[in-house]
C-alpha cells in the first residue's frame, strides 16, 4: 500500500473512522505515520492525532513544524488540543501557541493548561452552549444555533446570568415547545448539577455516574461558567484510573501499556522489586534471629514460607476493600467498627483455616502434634494483624493525603511478610521454649 | 424526621434527586425504608429503586406486592426494568410480568430477560428512536415526536427499512434543515456503529469507548434493530469490571462491597486462603526435602521467605501486565515474541536485584561469599521462572475460555512460591552438594 498510490490510500482511509486510522499508524514505522498524516486533510490528522498511542504521538509531532502542529490544533476541541500541547517541550508549545491563528482559541487552550490535568479543569472543554437569562426565546434560538457550530454534540444548554455565572440548564424540548415570546428566565431548570474547576477528576466521575450525566457544566471560584466535561473524556478517565490501579497493585508504577520500551518497564517494576528485596532481608535477619531453634525444632523453618504467604494474602485481601471502598466513596462508619468486622472475619477465617492445617501438618505432612498446634495458634494471630495491617494502612495514607492504591501490592505483602514472620517465631519461642 | 411527618418528609425528598433518596434509604432499617418507597410517587421510586443497593433493593421489594412492583415496573425503562425482574424469584417473577398493564412493556421485558445480562442484549433498552427509510422528513418528523416521549434521551435516530433492518442513522440536525419534501432515504447517514445481541459486554465498552459514542444501537442474527445500549449503562459495567478485576487479583471472588454481609465475605476470600495454605503445604514438604542441608547449611532457610516473595512480586507483575493487554485488547506480536521480552526484562532485573542481593548479604547480613552466590544465582533464575509463569498462565486461560483475571493473586503468587523454593533449593544443592 505504501508505493505512493496517494490517491487509492486517501480514498480508502477517507471511509474509514479515525480511531481505525490511528490503530493502523500506531502499527506502522515513523516515516510511513508521518507520511499517510500528512497526507490526510487537517480535520481528519486532527481526529487521528488524539487517538494515537501517546509515544507515537509524540514521534510523529516531532516530525512536524510548529506551524503544522498549530493548523492541527486549530481543528481540536479545545480539550484535545490542551492535551496535545502539554505534552510538547516548553520551547515548542509556545511557538505552536504563537501559530495559532483564532485567537479565542489559542486563549482557551493557555486558560486549560493552567489546570491540574487529572481535575475537572483538566478534563473539560470551553466549547458549549450557553446562554443568557434574559434573552428572549426567540432570540436565543439564532444565536444557539451558531454557537453549536462549534460544538459537536451539545447535550444541555446551560443558562447564565449577565455576570456569566451558571443559573440553570435549558433542554432543547423545552426550548422548542416554549412560546415564542417567553423569555428563558420563565423557562429554564433551576436545578443544575455542576463542579468547580479544581473537583478531582474522581469525584467528577463519580458524580456524573451518580447521577448518570452526559456532560457536567464546571465553575470557576466565583460561579462563572468557564466549561464543561462530557462523558466520553469521562469514560476515558474511568478507565485509565482503573488500570493504573491495577497495575498498582500489582507492583508497576505509572500505566505502563503491554508494548512499552524495556527501560520504562524496569522503570515501572524494579523499584518495588526493591523494596521487596530489602524487606526480605529483613525476614532473613528476624529469621536468623532465631537460629536456636534450628537443632530442635528445624522443622519450623519448612513453614515459613506457608506464613509469609498466607500474611501477604490476608493483607492484600483487606487492603483491596480498602482502596476500593476509599476510591467510591462506599466507606461507612468509623474506623474502629470497621477494623473490628475485618478482625472478625479474620477470626473466622483464621479458625477454618488453623483446623484445616492441624489436619494437613499431621496427616499430610507427618508432623508432630505440637508443632501442628503452635503454627496453627501463630497462623490465627498472623492473618489477624495482617489484616489489621491491610485495613489500617490504606485509610492512614488516605488521611495523609497520599493514594491509598500505595498501600496494595508488593508494600503490603512485604510488611506482612516482616510482621507474619516475626510474630510466628516469638509465638513458637514462647510455646516450645526454644 | 420518620414521626410521620409525611407531606414535610414528602416536599424534602421530592426536592432531592433520586440517586441521594437511594443513599438515604440504604442507610435507613427495612420498615423507614418500604415507608419512604410507598410515600413517594411511583415515577420517583421506581427511579430510586434502581439506584438502591443490591441487597436492599431485595429486601425493599420483599415487602411489596406482585402488584405494587408491576407498577414501578411499568415506569421503567425495559433495561432497569429487566434487571430488576431478573432479580425476583421466579414465581413472583411471573406473577409480576402478568401484573403488568402494557403488553408491549411486559412483552419486552420477557425478551430482554432472554439475553445474557453481560452481553448487548442485557446491557440494551428497548426504548429509541427508530424512522424508516421510505418516510418523508415531515412525515417523520411527528412519528418521531410520539416516540421521543418513551425515550429520556434520544442520542441518535436510527433508520430502519420496512423489515425493521438497520440501514443506517440520522442527525436531528440534519433532519432540521432537511427540505421537508425529502425523503429519510435522501438524508440518513449510511454509516452506522452497531453491535449484535450477543456481542460481549466488554466488546460494547471498548467500541463505544474508541468511536466515543453516547448510544450504540443493537441488532439480531437477521440484522433487525432490537434495541439499543446508552453510555450510562457503559460507564456502570466499565467501573463494575474494573472493580470485580482488581478484586480477583486481590484474591475475591464476586464483586462485593466494602458493607457486604460477614459470610458474603468468607465465602468470597476463603477459598483463595485454602488455595494459598494448600500451597504453603507442598512448601513445607520441599523444604523438609532438603532437610538435610540444615546441619551444614541452616542459613538457606532463613533465605526462603525472601526468595518466595520475589517470586511472588515478580509473577504478579508479569500477570497483572497480561490480564490487562488481554482485557484491553491491546497484545500484538506473538506468544514467543512476548515471552522473549518479559524473559529479557526478567533478567535485567534479575542482575541488578542479584547484585543488591550480593552486597546486602555480606554487608548487612554477614553471610559468606558463598551463599550470597547461591542465592543471587537462584533470584536470577527464580524470578525469570516466575515471570514466565506470570506470562503463560493468562495467555493459557484466556485460550481456553476462561477468566485470565483467574491467574492473577493467589494463584500466581501460590504456584511462583512453589516453583521458587523448589529452583533455590536444587540450585543450592547442585552449589553446595550437601
Redesign the interface.
Known amino acids: 500500500i505504501e508505493q505512493q498510490h496517494n490517491k487509492d490510500l486517501l480514498l480508502y482511509l477517507n471511509d474509514l473512522?479515525h480511531?481505525d486510522i490511528a490503530e493502523i499508524i500506531d502499527?506502522l514505522d515513523l516515516d510511513d505515520a508521518t507520511y499517510i498524516i500528512k497526507l490526510l486533510n487537517s480535520e481528519k490528522t486532527a481526529e487521528v492525532l488524539m487517538?494515537l498511542d501517546e509515544d507515537n504521538r509524540e514521534k510523529v509531532l516531532s516530525n512536524l513544524s510548529a506551524k503544522e502542529i498549530a493548523d492541527e490544533i486549530e481543528e481540536m476541541d479545545t480539550d484535545d488540543a490542551a492535551d496535545i500541547v502539554a505534552e510538547l517541550s516548553e520551547e515548542i508549545k509556545d511557538q505552536v501557541i504563537a501559530n495559532i491563528e483564532d485567537e479565542e482559541h489559542a486563549e482557551n487552550i493557555v486558560e486549560l493548561l493552567r489546570y491540574d490535568e487529572d481535575s475537572a479543569g483538566g478534563l473539560m472543554a470551553k466549547e458549549l452552549v450557553k446562554v443568557n437569562e434574559n434573552w428572549s426565546v426567540t432570540g436565543c434560538m439564532s444565536e444557539m444555533r451558531e454557537q453549536?457550530e462549534n460544538v459537536t454534540?451539545v447535550h444541555s444548554i446551560y443558562v447564565v446570568d449577565n455576570k456569566q455565572r451558571l443559573k440553570g440548564r435549558l433542554s432543547l424540548?423545552d426550548l422548542l415547545t416554549a412560546p415564542s415570546s417567553a423569555q428563558i428566565s420563565d423557562v429554564y431548570i433551576k436545578k443544575v448539577d455542576y463542579v468547580k474547576v479544581n473537583t478531582p477528576g474522581e469525584e467528577v466521575a463519580r458524580i456524573?455516574?451518580?447521577?448518570?450525566l452526559?456532560a457536567i457544566p464546571v465553575v470557576n471560584e466565583t460561579g462563572k461558567l468557564v466549561g464543561r466535561v462530557t462523558?466520553?473524556d469521562?469514560?476515558?478517565f474511568?478507565?485509565e484510573e482503573?488500570?493504573k490501579?491495577?497495575?498498582m497493585?500489582?507492583?508497576?508504577s505509572e500505566d505502563?501499556?503491554?508494548?512499552a520500551g524495556?527501560l520504562d518497564?524496569?522503570k515501572a517494576?524494579?523499584p518495588?522489586?526493591?523494596l521487596?528485596?530489602?524487606?526480605?532481608?529483613v525476614?532473613?535477619?528476624i529469621?536468623?534471629n532465631f537460629?536456636d531453634a534450628?537443632t530442635k525444632y528445624?522443622?519450623l523453618?519448612?513453614?515459613?514460607?506457608?506464613?509469609?504467604?498466607?500474611a501477604?494474602?490476608?493483607g492484600?485481601?483487606s487492603?483491596?476493600?480498602?482502596v476500593?471502598?476509599i476510591a467510591?466513596n462506599?466507606?461507612?462508619g468509623s474506623l474502629i467498627k470497621?477494623l473490628l468486622?475485618e478482625i472478625?472475619?479474620s477470626l473466622?477465617?483464621g479458625l477454618?483455616?488453623a483446623g484445616?492445617?492441624l489436619l494437613?501438618?499431621h496427616f499430610?505432612?507427618g508432623q508432630a502434634y505440637i508443632i501442628g498446634v503452635t503454627v496453627a495458634i501463630s497462623l490465627i494471630s498472623v492473618i489477624i494483624i495482617a489484616s489489621t495491617i491491610g485495613t489500617v494502612v490504606p485509610i492512614t495514607l488516605h488521611k495523609y493525603g497520599i493514594d491509598p492504591a500505595l498501600a496494595?501490592?508488593?508494600f503490603i505483602?512485604?510488611s506482612n511478610?516482616i510482621c507474619g514472620?516475626l510474630i510466628y517465631f516469638t509465638i513458637a519461642k514462647f510455646i516450645l521454649g526454644f
Not at 249 to 252: C, E
Not at 256 to 259: H, L, Y
Request: net charge negative.
Open positions: 473512522h480511531a502499527e487517538e453549536a454534540r424540548k456524573m455516574q451518580k447521577y448518570d452526559e462523558i466520553d469521562i469514560v476515558d474511568i478507565k482503573a488500570d490501579d491495577y497495575q497493585a500489582a507492583g508497576i505502563i501499556e503491554a508494548d524495556i518497564m524496569v517494576r524494579l518495588w522489586l526493591i521487596a528485596l530489602l524487606g526480605g532481608f525476614t532473613v535477619r529469621t536468623g537460629e534450628m528445624g522443622v523453618f519448612f513453614f515459613t514460607p506457608l506464613i509469609a504467604a498466607m501477604g494474602n490476608v492484600v485481601q487492603s483491596a476493600i480498602m476500593q471502598g467510591n462506599t466507606l461507612r470497621r468486622r472478625g472475619l473466622l477465617n477454618i483455616l484445616i492445617l494437613g501438618s499430610l505432612l496494595t501490592g508488593p505483602t512485604t511478610d514472620i
